[in-house]
């Protein structure tokens, strides 16, 4: 039995929101502003549409608010529909420890059963708070295979920390709601980002349905494998699981604090390159066209990201010379300029494929506390540019500014609900502690006309 799960969960238990440090409620109210922008910005997209849809008509009840979309769910779908459409752009915040995102695999699951049990907004703050704490724990706990995606496994017993904590479950309750969770975790495949199969879209999705489900079974009277957390992420999905990590300075660091903010709409693993070839294009002066080749060393998981051929967005995405080739051309890394388009795009492809990229030791041996990339841009005309980065911007070294990252939300969001509509959701987001019902913010977040 583990005792450092054991002291993981009496902490949640007993934290209460007046507990939380000042920092913490203010850093929760900034992911939450960001979450909600991203998950935004992700509900256009056409196969996130068709869920909302099939979401509507399958659920039981009609009590939680599918952001970008007229009808409402049952807190389970509407919390699945959310974190795909959060994901979709890959703007969305993320934790270098865990190697993962998990807010978006905890707060749909927030929002959602708030709004249908009618939560105020400082116990769904907490809940938040202590979810993300057990997400991030026990995902940096582990060594996930590197053939394996980090979206939907950890993240489920975030989730599910949060409904049995919103739900006033005691210790015992906690435990057996983590202990049932971690069996409703999956087996996700990086392959599957890689190769821009929009199925992994939908993994951060399952974790938060599955984590309100793992709460559910739990009141029907199932029950979970006994050290199941520590089977299945320390034999299953990892061959290591460090306890000690459960609970190094639990209390006295909360890792919300810990996390980072995106810009560029790709994975985190390109940023340290992209922010490397902004350095140069902003001392440097010259175009797409004068490129020869572009070489990118970088740490080996980023490494991985070395396709130079994408057929669908969200492979394009995951790959850094996509990514640079994009960069380049389009001058921009906002979601729109990753679009359909640039796919069938000849220079963005021409680009794409002169760009290699590969492991450097040295980078690799300094995460997860860093993410170097090195830039190395060779023109036809024989002149070379290159620049190192150690850390990507938005991360603790370099983070953005509050005005950065509200720019940010009002780029994302107000396309979608109107300036209107998203400067009052705003407001209510700085509120998050003091709203008494979460339809006060979510009723905003209708498209333009609903």
């Known amino acids: 039995m583990s ?167 005691d210790v015992r309750g906690i435990r057996e709601v983590i202990d049932i969770a971690s069996s409703l975790t999956l087996a996700t495949s990086f392959q599957s980002a890689t190769s821009g199969a929009l199925v992994r879209n939908i993994y951060a999705g399952m974790s938060n349905q599955n984590g309100l489900l793992a709460w559910n079974l739990y009141r029907c009277g199932f029950t979970g494998e006994r050290d199941g957390v520590t089977n299945v992420f320390g034999h299953v999905m990892s061959e290591t699981f460090r306890e000690d990590v459960l609970t190094d300075g639990l209390g006295s660091r909360f890792e919300i604090t810990r996390g980072y903010f995106k810009k560029h709409s790709c994975c985190r693993y390109n940023h340290g390159a992209l922010d490397a070839l902004d350095l140069i294009r902003a001392h440097y002066q010259f175009e797409p066209s004068d490129v020869k080749q572009v070489q990118v060393g970088t740490y080996g998981l980023a490494a991985l990201l070395s396709g130079t051929q994408a057929s669908t967005t969200l492979a394009a995405r995951f790959s850094i010379p996509w990514a640079i080739a994009i960069s380049l051309v389009r001058r921009s890394t906002a979601p729109a300029a990753f679009d359909e388009t640039a796919l069938t795009d000849p220079q963005i492809r021409g680009l794409a494929e002169r760009v290699r990229v590969i492991e450097d030791p040295e980078y690799s041996a300094m995460t997860p506390a860093r993410r170097p990339a090195r830039v190395s841009v060779e023109l036809k005309d024989g002149r070379t540019f290159e620049q190192v980065v150690y850390s990507s911007r938005g991360d603790r070294e370099q983070p953005f500014t509050r005005d950065e990252l509200v720019s940010k939300y009002f780029e994302l969001s107000a396309p979608v609900i109107g300036m209107a509509n998203a400067r009052a959701a705003l407001e209510r987001i700085q509120e998050w502690p003091e709203l008494k019902d979460m339809k006060i913010l979510t009723r905003l977040l209708l498209p333009q006309g609903g």
């Open 3 to 169: 005792k450092a799960l054991d002291t993981l969960v009496e902490f949640v238990a007993a934290t209460r929101y007046e507990d939380l440090p000042v920092e913490v409620v203010n850093r929760a109210g900034l992911v939450l502003m960001d979450t909600v922008a991203a998950i935004l910005a992700g509900s256009t997209a056409p196969e996130v549409q068709n869920l909302a849809s099939l979401a509507v008509r399958s659920s039981a009840c009609h009590s939680a608010t599918i952001f970008g979309y007229r009808e409402l769910g049952d807190a389970r779908w509407t919390a699945l529909v959310n974190a795909c459409a959060g994901t979709s752009t890959e703007l969305d915040e993320g934790h270098a420890y865990p190697k993962g995102h998990p807010a978006i695999h905890v707060l749909p699951a927030v929002i959602a059963l708030s709004e249908e049990t009618n939560q105020t907004g400082r116990d769904g703050l907490l809940a938040f708070v202590l979810g993300y704490e057990v997400a991030t724990r026990v995902g940096a706990a582990c060594n996930l295979r590197k053939v394996a995606h980090p979206h939907g496994t950890w993240g489920t017993l975030g989730a599910a920390t949060t409904a049995a904590k919103l739900m006033r479950e």
